[in-house]
């Protein structure tokens, strides 16, 4: 009877442990020795991730390497899941994890950016309100109209190729405005006249946001690829 009571409990204990996360999990996998050596915080947060998403000790060492590559930085106190995401808290930090079907992972992102596998930044233009103003004649015709967004000129230095692009191809392009203004806080832009996705004019604006002084033009080459070229 006594041992009968001893497995019960045993098996209780370990169902309770279950639902809080705090599954035990065999670390001798064929990284773990380094992993430990590198990352104290390692054999914790190991075991939530193999408890929390349910994966391998071998696939979850793959999921700790991308996390540390991708800032991990300490013990992992949650993760959570929600609509194929997981969301793995650590400290005030957090990252977003998707995983492929065969247990790797797929991607890793803070929230915007993603970092994993490759860095590819939110595209923010595609969020900023288009703005749009009439263009009149000298006698007060309205003969058009002008759109423009409104970004820091921090944010246009970082700004990468593949952003602009992606905005020129998908805002600016078959818009129809008589031009297209990319507008700075210091008072400097980009300008797509007649909204030509394929050439913008870079320099200092107007008060109607067309450029007033030329500083430089971007294309877009046969390659598919935005050059610029600064204006003598």
């Not at 009571?5 to 309770?16: E, T």
């Not at 190991?46 to 060492?61: F, H, L, S, V, W």
């Not at 103003?133 to 246009?156: F, P, T």
């Amino acid at each position: 009877m006594k041992k009968f009571l001893s497995l019960v409990l045993a098996a209780v204990l370990s169902l309770s442990l279950a639902g809080c996360g705090n599954v035990l999990v065999d670390l001798d996998t064929p990284k773990s020795e380094e992993l430990s050596a590198q990352y104290d915080f390692y054999p914790d947060s190991m075991n939530t991730i193999r408890a929390d998403m349910g994966i391998t000790p071998e696939q979850a060492d793959e999921v700790f390497i991308a996390l540390a590559a991708c800032g991990l930085d300490g013990k992992i106190s949650t993760i959570s899941e929600s609509d194929g995401s997981y969301k793995v808290r650590w400290g005030t930090n957090s990252l977003y994890v998707t995983m492929n079907d065969d247990g790797t992972v797929a991607e890793i992102g803070d929230g915007k950016d993603v970092l994993y596998p490759e860095y590819k930044q939110y595209n923010f233009l595609l969020d900023c309100k288009v703005k749009t103003e009439d263009v009149k004649s000298g006698s007060g015709d309205v003969i058009g109209q002008r759109a423009y967004i409104s970004i820091l000129k921090s944010e246009l230095v970082d700004l990468t190729a593949e952003n602009f692009a992606e905005f020129a191809e998908t805002v600016v392009k078959d818009s129809g405005y008589n031009w297209f203004t990319i507008k700075c806080d210091d008072g400097t832009g980009i300008v797509f006249p007649g909204s030509m996705y394929y050439v913008g004019d870079y320099g200092k604006l107007d008060d109607d946001g067309a450029i007033l002084e030329s500083y430089g033009t971007i294309t877009l080459d046969e390659s598919g690829s935005y050059t610029y070229e600064q204006a003598d």
